[in-house]
């Protein structure tokens, strides 16, 4: 079992930044795993935002966030993170973190484990 706790959420101006953070815990070894970061906003499905392979050698993102957010991870400490810059009023969502040992399943909506989220809220 893997437990993913988010963190880092909350309200930012347009133009401003967050980083949110992701920490896995549990029996399975964090470091074998991609994990990726998806949101949801109000009233819409929940979306792919970015990935990260398991040794970082491999990134995707959503075509609405390249060039302003960054996904990166350190494996020692059992934490992914999502560098969110130059933020927009659409970027308001629930975000959540996930892991799955197959990077095209986590890719895919997939996942096995999900985090329970947490709230960006970009005001204009």
């Known amino acids: 079992q893997v437990q993913l706790v988010e963190s880092g959420g909350g309200l930012v101006q347009a133009g401003g930044s967050l980083r949110l953070s992701c920490a896995a815990s549990?029996?399975?070894?964090?470091?074998?795993?991609?994990m990726g970061w998806f949101r949801q906003a109000p009233g819409k499905e929940r979306d792919f935002v970015a990935s990260?392979?398991?040794?970082?050698?491999?990134?995707d993102y959503a075509d609405s966030v390249k060039g302003r957010f960054t996904i990166s991870r350190d494996n020692a400490k059992n934490t992914v993170y999502l560098q969110m810059n130059s933020l927009k009023p659409e970027d308001t969502a629930v975000y959540y973190c996930?892991?799955?040992?197959?990077?095209?399943?986590?890719?895919?909506?997939?996942?096995?484990?999900w985090g329970q989220g947490t709230q960006v809220t970009v005001s204009s």
């Open positions: 996930a892991t799955d040992a197959g990077y095209t399943t986590l890719i895919a909506g997939g996942p096995r484990y």
């Open positions: 990260i392979s398991w040794n970082g050698g491999r990134t």
């Open positions: 549990g029996r399975r070894t964090f470091s074998n795993y991609a």
